[in-house]
C-alpha cells in the first residue's frame, strides 16, 4: 500500500473518496445488521413475536444512547488523529490513539454499571407497557453487559480507516454481523432462549469485532500502532470538544425515539400503542437501510477531509465534499424509489400479520419522503465536523432535531396517533435549507481565510 500521506494527499479525489467511503459504507449497512436481524428473528417467534419485536424497538434509544459514546471519542480522536497525520506530527498522532483507547475503556466500564442500575425506570419512561416490559428488561440486561465490546469495537475502529484501510474498517462489521447471523437462530430458536438469545448473539458479534480490531490496530504494517496511553486532561478535553457534535447528534437520536414511542403510546393507547410501537420499530429498521450507509459514506470521507485540512489543501477538500454529496444524492435517490414500490417485502421479513404489514408499508413511505433533501445534512454537517467547524455542524443537527422534536409531539395533537410519522420528512425537508445555506455562506469564507489553515491550532 501506498504510503499514507501519498494516498490521503496526492490521489485523484473521486477514486480516494470512492475507495474510503464506499467501505464505510458498506461497512455501516453490515453494521445495522447488528439490529435489522435481531428484529426479524424476534418478530418471528411463534406466539409472543410482535410483542417482542415492540420490547426490541423500546431497547432502541437506549443502545443508540451507548453508541452515541463511542462515536464521542472515535470521531473526536480520529479526526484530530488525521489532522496530525497530514501535519506529519507522528508522536502526537500516536498520543491521540492511545489516549482515545483508554478513554473508551473508563467510559464502557462507568456506562455499563449506570445502565444497570437504571434501565428499569429508563425503559418504562421510554415507552414500556406492562406487557412489553419483561421482553425490554431481558433484551437490555444482556446487552447492556456487551458495553465495553460494542464501544471498543466501534470507537476504535475509526483509527483503522483514519490510517488509510477502509477494507479492513469494513471488515470488523462484516465479521461482527456474520457471528450475529450465525449465532440468532440458533440462540433464539435451537436453544428457545427467544429475545435474550438474540441479545447474547450480539454481544457475542461484538466481541469477535472487538478482538478484531484491536489485534488489527497492534499490527507493525500500520502507520500508527495501538498503545495504552495516559489520559491527560488537554488531550482529553481536545477529543471531547471534537467529538461533542457527532455525538450529541447521536444522543438526540434517542431523544427521537423516546418521544415517538411514548408519544404512540401515549395516543394510541392499551388497545392500539403496542401495535404503533412494533410498527414504528421495523419502519426505523428501514430506515437505518438509508441513514447508516449514507452515514458511512460522510464518515468515510471525514479522514480526507481532515488531513488535507492539516495539510492545507483547501481545494481538494472542495472537491472531496462535492464527490461525496453526489454520491450520497445517488444513494438516497435509489432507496426513495426502492420505498416507493417495494416496501412490502421488507415489512414481511419481519410479520405476517395484515394490520402490522399494511401500517408498516404506509409509515415506510411516509418516513422516506425527504430522504433526498436529508442527503445534504448528512454531507454538509460532518464536513464542517472534519474542518473543526464543530459548533455550526452541532447547531445545524440540533435545529433539525428540534424541529423533529415539534413536529413528533404537536402532530398527533391535531391529527391521529400515526400521523407523528410525518414529523421525519418535515425535518429532513427544512433541514435541507438550512444546512445549505450555512453551508454555502460560511464554510466558503472560512475556506478562503488567509492563514486560516496554517493557524489551526489542534
Known sequence: ?????????????????????????????????????????????????????????????????????????????????????????????????????????????ALTILFLLLKAPLLRWFGASETTFPYANTYMTIYTLGTFFALLSMGMNYFITAQGYPGLGMATTLIGAV??????????????????????????????????????????????????????????????????????????????????????????????????????????????????????????????????????????????VLCVLLLCIGFTTFMFLLSRFVPQYFVRIFTQNPEYASLSVWGIQVFTLGVIPLSFQYVFVDALTAMSLTKLSLFLSLLRKSEYFAATCLLPLFFAARMCFYAEPIADTLCFFSSSLAFFLIYKKYLKGEGRLSQLRL
Open 179 to 320: 457471528v450475529n447471523i450465525v449465532l440468532d437462530p440458533v440462540f433464539i430458536f435451537l436453544l428457545h432462549m427467544n429475545i435474550a438469545g438474540a441479545a447474547l448473539a450480539t454481544v457475542l458479534a461484538q466481541l469477535s469485532s472487538c478482538v478484531f480490531v484491536l489485534l488489527t490496530l497492534k499490527q507493525k504494517k500500520m502507520p500508527i500502532s495501538l498503545t495504552l496511553a495516559p489520559i491527560r486532561r488537554s488531550t482529553a478535553v481536545r477529543i471531547l470538544k471534537m467529538g461533542f457534535s457527532p455525538f450529541l447528534i447521536l444522543a438526540t437520536d434517542s431523544v427521537i425515539i423516546i418521544a415517538l414511542n411514548a408519544v404512540l403510546q401515549h395516543f394510541g393507547g392499551p388497545e392500539y400503542g403496542d401495535t404503533l410501537i412494533t410498527c414504528a420499530t421495523i419502519v426505523q429498521s428501514y430506515m437505518l437501510l438509508i441513514t447508516s450507509p449514507m452515514l458511512g459514506i460522510t464518515g468515510g470521507s471525514q479522514p480526507l477531509i481532515s488531513f488535507n485540512m492539516g495539510a492545507g489543501k483547501v481545494e481538494r477538500i472542495r472537491k472531496i
Open 1 to 109: 500500500m501506498k504510503k499514507h500521506s501519498n494516498v490521503f494527499g496526492n490521489d485523484s479525489v473521486p477514486g480516494l473518496v470512492l475507495r474510503t467511503s464506499i467501505p464505510f459504507m458498506f461497512a455501516q449497512f453490515v453494521n445495522v445488521l447488528y439490529s435489522i436481524v435481531d428484529r426479524i428473528y424476534i418478530g418471528n417467534i411463534p406466539q409472543i413475536g410482535d410483542v417482542s419485536l415492540a420490547g426490541a424497538g423500546i431497547c432502541a434509544p437506549v443502545i443508540t444512547l451507548l453508541s452515541s459514546f463511542a462515536t464521542l471519542i472515535g470521531i473526536g480522536g480520529s479526526v484530530l488523529f488525521s489532522m496530525r497525520l497530514g501535519a506529519k506530527d507522528q508522536e502526537k498522532a500516536k498520543n491521540l490513539l492511545g489516549t482515545s483507547f483508554s478513554m473508551l475503556l473508563v467510559f464502557s466500564a
